[in-house]
């Protein structure tokens, strides 16, 4: 029995207005996309949505649209196959 769950993996945050700059914002979109593919995800298919909004916030989203189930996990996260 698998365990696998092909729902996508979203991490996501909002950032208030002045608690952000370029740097820490780069830095934190760089984190949230290595525990993505720490879970499995090959880079290629993580995704990186950064909005700035008028107001002077931020909100980022990084995401993994996990395939179908492949017959296991490994399979599916290109993971070990022996």
Do not use: C, F
């Not at 029995?1 to 208030?16: A, D, F």
Request: no cysteine; charged share 20%.
């Amino acid at each position: 029995m698998t365990l696998y769950q092909p729902e996508p993996v979203e991490i996501s945050t909002r950032i208030r207005p002045g608690e952000w700059t370029e740097e820490s914002l780069t830095q934190l979109v760089a984190s949230y996309r290595t525990r993505i593919t720490e879970m499995g995800a090959v880079p290629a298919d993580v995704g990186t949505n950064v909005q700035r909004n008028g107001d002077g916030s931020v909100h980022v989203l990084v995401t993994w649209n996990k395939p179908p189930d492949a017959g296991d996990e490994d399979a599916a996260t290109a993971g070990p196959t022996a």
